[in-house]
């Protein structure tokens, strides 16, 4: 087995992976495929239900809210946060911390005014900008809290007067949040709950509705409610095997237990980072991501070999993004500590040669 330190799509718990696997051939003995059933099944049906409850029991969702199983990624939701939440007469405040944010931004134009209210883009994002107060007169407030190109974490939510809408994607089960502190919160599955292929919405019912544009139904969370995620044929694959993973996480203790789990990984490796002489980190220590750790070599010409290391101790997925460089080892849910400490004596032994 690999140590996969990939940042998306993310590692995956190896039983959810062998349940996956049989379900292909026969879900639960009934002779059919996870991929052949009609979404309309009892069977997808329990899936999904199962799924929802999940989430609503993982992350103590309020009443209130609805929890939905949609396409298309977060980048659609990019668009699909304005297109409901933000009318073409008003304003929506961003913070733009990284290139996920960014993004976010550029969609809420096509919609209506966009308040920038702080950015760390002349930081080359190694920070999270906390400097600013959010209007009372905006439609919504959006953060992301995490960037998983470069590796900082909102560790503290700011309190907003307005419904705040949070990017989760790639921490998202990671840590305990307050779920009534959002008005919408998104999440691609791909990094701590599952396959590609569907994206978890948890929305409050009551921020719907605002807006007087018509939008297609496809893009329409009040649609998509009605429909029990089903307004179209769901992607049963993506949920199913998303379901599986937060039946993983409840077995081992729910969100608390991952959130200590997750604690200790990422202190073993950021000390790790800041002990050894070869290495160093890239944000700025109070921001740091305890889901994607990004560092350096301190020399540029020790990268090459680091990665050749990596690859011999049988370390994938290490490389840093493309617009990052360096390093970046995302250490998700399912990243077991055993790994991180292979990462950490690779260092070790990297500095032992090159010192
Ligand atoms: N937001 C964040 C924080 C991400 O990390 C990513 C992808 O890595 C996205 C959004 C885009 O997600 P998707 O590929 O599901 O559209």
């Known amino acids: 087995m690999k140590h996969n330190f990939g940042a998306g799509p993310g590692i995956l718990p190896h039983e959810v992976l062998k349940q996956a696997a049989e379900a292909v051939v026969d879900l639960n003995g009934i002779g059919l495929s996870i991929l ?3 979404h309309r099944s009892v069977e997808f049906e329990a899936v999904l239900d199962e799924a929802i409850r999940l989430v609503k029991e993982l992350f103590s969702v309020p009443e209130g809210y609805s929890v939905l199983f949609l396409q298309g990624g977060a980048s659609t939701q990019f668009a699909m946060v304005p297109y409901n939440l ?11 911390s990284g290139v996920w944010a960014n993004k976010a931004i550029k969609e809420a134009k096509y919609f209506g005014g966009v308040n920038v209210l702080a950015t760390a883009k002349e930081d080359n994002f190694r ?28 560790h503290e939510f700011p309190k907003s007067p307005v419904p705040m809408v ?3 994607s790639s921490d998202i089960f990671s840590r305990k ?9 998104y999440a691609g599955a791909q990094k701590n709950m599952g396959p590609a292929g569907t ?3 948890i929305v409050k019912d009551d921020i719907l509705g605002k807006v007087d544009r018509k939008i297609p139904a496809m893009l329409n ?14 992607p049963c694959f993506a949920i199913y095997v998303s379901m599986l993973t937060l039946r993983w996480l409840k077995a081992n203790g729910g969100v608390e237990a991952i959130e200590k789990a997750n604690n200790a990984k990422a202190a073993a490796l950021y000390e790790e980072i800041d002990r050894n002489p070869l290495f160093k980190g890239v944000c700025v220590p ?3 991501s305890k889901m994607n750790v990004c560092f350096l070599t301190e020399n540029p010409e020790h990268e090459k070999p680091f990665l050749k290391l990596c690859d011999e101790k049988d370390i994938v997925g290490i490389k840093g993004h493309r617009s990052a460089g360096g390093f970046r080892a995302s250490i998700y849910n399912a990243l077991p500590i055993t790994s991180v400490y292979v990462l950490i004596e690779t260092m070790q032994e990297f500095a032992e040669k090159y010192k």
Do not use: W
């Not at 933000?86 to 733009?96: N, R």
């Not at 949040?177 to 919160?185: E, Q, S």
């Not at 649609?223 to 769901?234: A, D, K, L, R, V």
């Open 36 to 38: 052949e059933i009609s």
């Open 86 to 96: 933000l009318s073409s007469t008003g304003t929506a405040a961003y913070v733009e």
């Open 127 to 154: 920070h999270i900008p906390k400097d600013y107060a959010i209007p009372a007169d905006a439609a919504y407030f959006h953060i992301t809290s995490n960037n998983t190109i470069y590796g900082t974490q909102l």
């Open 166 to 168: 949070c990017d989760m």
């Open 177 to 185: 949040v307050n779920v009534a502190d959002f008005g919408l919160i």
């Open 199 to 201: 994206t978890l919405v």
């Open 221 to 234: 969370y009040q649609t998509q409610i009605e429909g029990g995620s089903m307004y179209n044929t769901p």
């Open 286 to 288: 109070e921001d740091r």
